[in-house]
């Protein structure tokens, strides 16, 4: 094994032979919009974005589903929408397994490939490393106010659109200098941030005001919409968080913010940040931007000082 469990890898690598490994990982959401098709997308973009996380290519998917037999009829369309992200992702659907649930779920197992001298790992960033965000936060939040019927799917538009764009990097990025680079799911940025720096030695300064976030997101924090577990990231994660300057508390929050096939955080040297960021924006990540520093000092207890 290459890569595994012991420091919350985004997915598993074993080595075949001495060009090949292969990356395999698994995920399935419930759903958090109404539209079954662009359900399935988001479902499948989330689940690639393990493979792509670890510089791997997507080779074959198996389908993941459960469902009730009331809503059996969306079944068909949220595997076309699932469908056409994996073909977009350059790999092939081979079936997959279903079972009756009470509440509807879909998502991937994938299996994808590496070279095994190119795996890009969760926690391995170096000092003077650029930070770089390829996606805005804020999904978690809009999920919630779209699952309470506070804001409609044509008001989150932006959010979908983002939720179902593939986490694919050119090879251009590739072969740049990224030391490190871990997508941004469940824990929130600052909570996979903080499986990024366990190096004792280093910490990562992160410029609150130069993250992105999604159009909406920040209103509808303002008005106490933030799901369970953006709190409880916040709960959980803080204590690693220094505060430098006074910082937003809205905005702070969406540093914690839960997300659905949120973007990457790309750890990559100094000298080649510009160049990523060039390439990203080339392939629709838009909106990405630098938001931090990893910088050296065994002195700091905290891991991620924010600062304005």
Not at 177 to 189: E, K, N, V, Y
Not at 200 to 223: M, R, S, W
Request: glycine share 8%; with cysteine.
């Amino acid at each position: 094994m290459l890569s595994s469990f012991e420091y919350n890898e985004d997915a598993a690598v074993y080595r075949i032979n001495h060009d090949i490994a292969i990356v395999f990982t698994m995920d399935f959401i419930t759903p958090i919009v109404d539209n079954p098709y662009i359900f399935g997308q988001i479902a499948a973009a989330n689940a690639l974005s393990d493979i792509f996380a670890m510089g791997g290519k997507p080779l074959l998917a198996l389908n993941i589903t459960c469902f009730p037999d009331s809503q059996i009829g969306d079944l068909n369309e949220i595997i076309m929408g699932g469908l056409d992200k994996v073909q977009e992702a350059g790999a092939i659907l081979a079936g997959g397994h279903s079972l009756q649930d009470k509440e509807p779920k879909y998502g991937l197992a994938v299996l994808g490939t590496v070279h095994p001298e190119k795996i890009i790992k969760n926690h391995t960033p170096r000092e003077g490393d650029a930070l770089i965000l390829t996606k805005p936060l804020g999904t978690g939040i809009i999920s919630t106010a779209l699952k309470a019927e506070i804001i409609s799917e044509d008001k989150a538009i932006d959010a979908i659109n983002w939720m179902r764009k593939l986490n694919y990097i050119p090879e251009e990025v590739l072969n740049l200098a990224i030391h490190s680079m871990t997508d941004i799911t469940g824990f929130g940025l600052l909570g996979h941030l903080s499986e990024m720096m366990i190096n004792k030695d280093l910490y990562a300064e992160i410029q609150v005001n130069k993250t992105p976030i999604l159009t909406g997101a920040y209103e509808l924090a303002c008005q106490d919409i933030i799901p369970g577990g953006s709190i409880a990231n916040q709960k959980t994660f803080s204590c690693g968080v220094q505060k430098e300057t006074e910082i937003d508390p809205v905005k702070e929050i969406l540093l914690y913010d839960a997300q659905t096939s949120g973007g990457l955080l790309i750890s990559v040297s100094e000298e080649d940040s510009q160049k990523c960021l060039s390439s990203l924006k080339n392939e629709g990540f838009v909106d990405s931007k630098r938001i931090g520093q990893v910088r050296k000092d065994p002195s700091k207890k905290e891991k991620i000082i924010l600062i304005q």
